[in-house]
């Protein structure tokens, strides 16, 4: 297989080198391959060189390419991700930017060679004996300012790649002193963005977007960032515009409330609602300019209400517009097409960006909108996308103008109850943070709506393979409807108080886990019977606290030590006994017991 791994017929050393990238897998991996690394290794390096087609292909030849135009052929579609409400803020489906060019998407030699080496699975099996966390370590202390230096390197490709590679390390650069590793590669970064070549460009945006995604830190040199991210608007085309406004978005995401700041608005603003005022209502470009904004709005906070009235106004049409159309296709199908949704999706996540980011200040925009007629036919779209971005518009409304909601309660929350349905994850995750929000601000007159919602969210807990942010956002809003309703949820306590402790006790401290835990401690005063099989559950979730506020605090110490006098001394110690040693020294620490 080494040899023919080298053979000249390159499909056949594709099918060959597949053949490592599969043993990495194999649970026989560490034991074939030790005799064979010394042998192997060096083959797949040479496997991963840019054959000579690749170079022209990749245009390696050409340096700076700014000033030309890209074709349409080059740009590939993007498609919107709708809004999701999560406690972790997580993100998922990376693209790590390789190779983007459609004359290269194919599965290649170059790529599976650099694939069989990027398994983490082949390096655990062959590395474990070896020292392994040593050796990388002693290995990136060297690589890092290596790979940082080849960001000046004169070939457009190496200064490319090069920027992919760093961006695979950027979670270990942000752990190390920042003078050393960070501040230098950020600053070679940022020149890469200003590089005159657009393969370079589009690299170079990529890896610092996975930058920022790694790292809080960035606040002290958000200036010089924003500086360099707003003169490449002047010198991108088309297509790495759209991953400029991708790099922007994503800085928001990271540094939140710290961009409100008046210099940071003059320079980041005008530029883009520049491009917001030029382009049209039926210009798919807005979508990923809609995307941007969204973050920077809600990132901004109050420092977005000078720009809050034209955009929310036009989101406001947007959703309009195509409500409108979708009605006249459905009607007259002959005479009318069916309308592109994903402006009204990108719209109703603005607003929701708008409505996170203004709070309060929103009112006065809503006040005078048709929002609420617009959103409850939005709710009841027959797009699941659409729905998602409704039911995350609801839930921010609710939040920040909940008088608004109020009078809409009877429609909408019956179209909530029939949204919890986990075959679609995403919108059965947003129907079930809805129904949280609005708990938490009705309070007990939630009471006539529960038999709505309680028996599919106690399923939706208790379903195998329920995905992690939907099992969490299930818990908290069960919570908050036994904090609002503990008598009309506490009697089904057995039913879900296991899995509910089991889903919250890896969430950091926020309002969400406050009030949820909060909830639960008013079912257990009611039904202290439903949590009795399950109190080693419910301490280990009490146990995640690291500073629970006093007044929930005492109700936990409450709980912990009516449960002891019931058992006494001897019965306590026994079932103590069964806690793993850190969860028994910290009950003893925190609460005493």
């Excluded at 108080?497 to 909830?519: H, P, T, V, Y």
């Excluded at 110690?573 to 969860?583: A, E």
């Amino acid at each position: 297989m080494l040899g023919r791994t080298q053979d000249a017929n390159e499909t056949v050393a594709l099918e060959a080198c597949e053949f490592w990238l599969s043993l990495a897998d194999q649970p026989i991996c560490k034991e074939v391959l030790n005799p064979h690394l010394a042998r192997l290794v060096p083959v797949l390096v040479k496997g991963m060189r840019y054959s000579e087609i690749d170079i022209i292909l990749l245009k390696g030849d050409v340096e700076e390419d700014e000033m030309i135009p890209d074709r349409e052929q080059d740009i590939r579609p993007r498609f919107h991700k709708s809004r999701t409400h999560t406690l972790h803020r997580e993100d998922g489906d990376e693209d790590d930017g390789m190779d983007s060019d459609s004359a290269l998407s194919d599965w290649n030699l170059r790529k599976c060679s650099a694939a069989a080496l990027d398994v983490r699975l082949f390096f655990m099996r062959i590395g474990r004996s070896k020292n392994l966390e040593f050796w990388r370590l002693e290995r990136l202390l060297k690589l890092v300012p290596f790979l940082i230096n080849c960001l000046s390197e004169k070939k457009a490709l190496v200064r490319a790649i090069t920027c992919w590679t760093l961006s695979r390390y950027a979670h270990w650069v942000v752990g190390q002193p920042h003078d050393q590793y960070l501040k230098p590669l950020m600053t070679e970064l940022l020149k890469r963005i200003l590089d005159g070549n657009k393969r370079v460009q589009e690299a170079a945006c990529s890896a610092f977007a996975t930058l920022e995604e790694a790292c809080t830190e960035l606040v002290p040199y958000l200036g010089f960032i924003l500086e360099t991210l707003v003169y490449a608007f002047s010198k991108y085309q088309y297509k790495n515009l759209l991953i400029l406004y991708d790099a922007i978005g994503t800085l928001a995401d990271s540094v939140g409330h710290h961009l409100n700041k008046p210099d940071y608005i003059n320079l980041l603003m005008p530029p883009l609602i520049t491009k917001w005022n030029v382009l049209k209502d039926e210009d798919k470009d807005l979508f990923p300019l809609l995307e941007c904004l969204s973050s920077v709005a809600t990132a901004l906070q109050s420092g977005f209400l000078p720009y809050c009235e034209p955009v929310f106004r036009r989101c406001i049409s947007l959703v309009e517009q195509t409500l409108n159309q979708h009605i006249a296709s459905m009607q007259q199908p002959d005479q009318f097409e069916a309308p592109d949704k994903d402006f009204m999706i990108v719209a109703l996540d603005l607003l929701s960006g708008l409505t996170e980011g203004l709070g309060g200040h929103i009112e006065r925009l809503i006040v005078a909108s048709n929002i609420m007629q617009l959103l409850y036919q939005s709710m009841q779209d027959p797009m699941p996308e659409v729905r998602q971005s409704s039911f995350a518009l609801l839930g921010d409304l609710t939040k920040a103008c909940f008088q608004h909601v109020l009078s809409c309660l009877p429609e909408f929350l019956p179209i909530l109850g029939q949204n919890l349905n986990p075959e679609f994850i995403s919108v059965c995750n947003n129907a079930t943070w809805a129904i949280g929000e609005i708990a938490v601000k009705l309070g007990n007159e939630m009471h006539n709506y529960i038999p709505l919602f309680l028996n599919q969210l106690i399923a939706i807990i208790n379903r195998p393979n329920t995905p992690k942010t939907l099992l969490e956002n299930t818990a908290i809003t069960l919570g908050r409807l036994g904090f609002v309703c503990p008598h009309d949820v506490a009697p089904h306590l057995q039913q879900f108080a296991q899995r509910w402790c089991m889903s919250l006790r890896n969430i950091r401290d926020n309002e969400e886990k406050d009030s949820a835990f909060r909830g639960m401690c008013n079912m257990i005063a009611v039904n202290p019977g439903g949590i009795v099989h399950d109190f080693i559950f419910f301490c280990d979730a009490v146990a995640s606290w690291v500073s629970p506020r006093p007044d929930l605090k005492e109700q936990f110490v409450k709980i912990l030590q009516g449960f002891k006098s019931q058992v006494g001394d001897d019965g306590w110690k026994r079932f103590t006994d069964q806690f793993p040693p850190p969860l028994r020294e910290r009950m003893s620490q925190q609460y005493g017991v």
